[in-house]
């Protein structure tokens, strides 16, 4: 990223919503060497993918805030004055939605139009980054996704998710509020929850390499998906957080599409041991999966010049070393 873009956040008040989970932590250890002040929140859910050894080293350095985003009465009063908000937070739980669609549901729609209400009435100028996913899409009608695909979605999550979508771009259309929308595939790095696959699979398949146990892999490993490293989300963010020709828009993020099969042959390869197994798709997976997927990311490509800058070896590499380093943190 050029360094007139990194300049912009300099003293910049910035919110993180969800800042202590994986793409949100992140995100903060960039803008704090960036010279950002930043706020963060984040309810700590055990469910989701907070983890307070995300922000190690800077807590001091920003003010952190364990709550609800949707809580007015301790998020209400923080929005004013702040620059930027990135909106990370909610479920990204597919069997959660499922199991608790209410939760998945307070999560992803109503806490999410509370935050906004809120910026509607706090502070009508901040610049907000939301950060939906590929869910939305449901179950691919051609390949690679582009942003005009048709959205069904196929769980609970993805509708939750599209109703987030929804309540923001309202609020920019008719509230006036400075919005841009990040549709997200898989993002995988440091930081990521590891413990489960309740949160994606890939993050349990690094477990399973380090731990020494079999990866398991779901029907026959053909499925196709596409991966980010979160180095490169991160650009993102920061790139549609500075450029005023994204309000308004929704963006897909992807990458070149790889076979699960393949993938965990090159985890494997690149963690010099391991092995995997096939396990017939258990029923409660399969009636929500997508089948096939990666992303058309030529628009953001096109208007701000982003690609993936890592290479999908890299990104494994750096992350099974993190997670060797640091699985005290996140394999309990």
């Known amino acids: 990223m050029s360094s007139e873009i990194n300049q912009v ?16 932590s992140t995100l903060a250890h960039r803008l704090l060497k960036l010279g950002a002040r930043l706020t963060i929140v984040d309810s700590l859910d055990p469910f989701s993918g907070g983890n307070p050894f995300n922000l190690h080293g800077m807590t ?14 301790q998020v209400g009063s923080i929005i004013k004055g702040q620059d930027f908000l990135f909106n990370l937070s909610g479920q990204i739980s597919h069997l959660g939605s499922m199991q608790d669609p209410y939760k998945d549901l307070q999560a992803n729609g109503l806490s999410q139009l509370s935050l906004l209400e809120m910026c509607r009435k706090h502070n009508p100028d901040i610049r907000i980054v939301y950060s939906s996913t590929r869910q939305i899409y449901g179950r691919t009608q051609f390949l690679p996704v582009d942003e005009n695909h048709p959205l069904v979605p196929v769980d609970m999550n993805g509708v939750s998710k599209l109703t987030g979508e929804c309540y923001h771009m309202v609020s920019h259309r008719v509230n006036k509020l400075q919005i841009s929308i990040l549709r997200m595939t898989n993002v995988y790095g440091p930081r990521m929850r590891v413990r489960d696959a309740f949160k994606g699979f890939i993050g349990f398949w690094f477990r399973q390499l380090i731990e020494g146990k079999e990866i398991p892999i779901f029907g026959t490993g053909k499925q196709i998906r596409d991966f980010n490293f979160v180095d490169d989300v991160i650009d993102a963010l920061l790139l549609t957080a500075v450029d005023p020709g994204t309000v308004g828009e929704v963006y897909n993020l992807g990458a070149e599409p790889i076979s699960l099969l393949n993938l965990a042959q090159m985890m494997i390869e690149i963690n010099g041991s391991g092995s995997y197994h096939f396990e017939p798709f258990p029923h409660d997976r399969k009636r929500i999966d997508i089948g096939n997927y990666y992303g058309d990311y030529t628009k953001i490509h096109n208007q701000l010049g982003w690609s993936p800058l890592t290479t999908l070896r890299d990104g494994l590499a750096k992350t099974l070393e993190y997670y060797r380093a640091n699985r005290e943190f996140y394999f309990l």
């Open 60 to 73: 001091e350095q920003c003010n952190l805030i364990i709550a609800d985003i949707g809580d007015e009465s």
């Open 9 to 24: 956040f300099l003293k910049k008040r910035v919110l993180i919503s969800g800042g202590m989970g994986f793409i949100g």
